[in-house]
Structure formats: C-alpha cells, structure tokens
Nanobody, 128 residues
Framework: QVQLVESGGGLVQPGGSLRLSCAASGFTFNYYRIGWFRQAPGKEREGVSC????????YYADSVKGRFTISRDNAQKTVYLQMNSLKPEDTGVYYC?????????????????????WGQGTQVTVSS
C-alpha cells in the first residue's frame, strides 16, 4: 500500500522555523521525484519545492528561495522541508507528492504538478 505521511506542521510565530517530514512507503522511493506543495484558504495549491530522485537537484518557488531547504534521505525514504524565517503568507496545508523520475522533471513537478501519489497534508500556521 502506497503511503506518503507528512508531519512536523504546527503553529509558529513570524520569523520562526519548522521542519516538515514526508515519510514514504509502498513504492520504489529512489526512482521518484518528490515535491512539497501548499494550499492556503481560498487559493489554489502551489508547488513550493521539489527534489530529484538520485541527483538531488532542487527547485524552489520564488516566494521561498533563501528561506526553505528541501532534502531527502533515500535510506530512510523520507523527504524534509526546512522552513526558516516564516511569514504569515506561508500559512496553509502542506502536502508532499511523488512522481516517477521517468514521467517528469524536478521543475515540471513543482510548476505543473501531475503526480502519482499524494499525502494527506499537515497544517502550518504562521501567526503572532
């Protein structure tokens, strides 16, 4: 059974940090590109950051460049999103998603997401 399970969300003050995790199971993780997406209330889901399968290449949305860092541990089948200098506009439900490396590029996964698998999401709220 395929699963992507996000964790690490919560309430944080502006300027604070959170580290999200996406634990995968049920598919050949090493052959999949993984992305983090978010959806704010009343807005469409958007790609935040994506990472390659074996070359670890990365893509970041302009809104998070310099503040967020994506990484992956293939041995643990986990992808992380370190979020620093958080802003109220970073608030939303954060999802991770996976797409076969043969079906997409890292940038395409984030910009025009067509994914094989989605997680259930974790809430991030940035507020004072």
């Amino acid at each position: 059974q395929v699963q992507l399970v996000e964790s690490g969300g919560g309430l944080v003050q502006p300027g604070g940090s959170l580290r999200l995790s996406c634990a995968a199971s049920g598919f050949t993780f090493n052959y999949y590109r993984i992305g983090w997406f978010r959806q704010a209330p009343g807005k469409e889901r958007e790609g935040v950051s994506c990472i390659g399968s074996s070359d670890y290449s990365t893509y970041y949305a302009d809104s998070v460049k310099g503040r967020f860092t994506i990484s992956r541990d293939n041995a643990q089948k986990t992808v992380y999103l370190q979020m620093n200098s958080l802003k109220p506009e970073d608030t939303g439900v954060y999802y991770c998603a996976a797409r076969s490396q043969y079906m997409t590029t890292v940038q395409a996964l984030c910009v025009s997401p067509r994914t094989d698998y989605w997680g259930q999401g974790t809430q991030v709220t940035v507020s004072s």
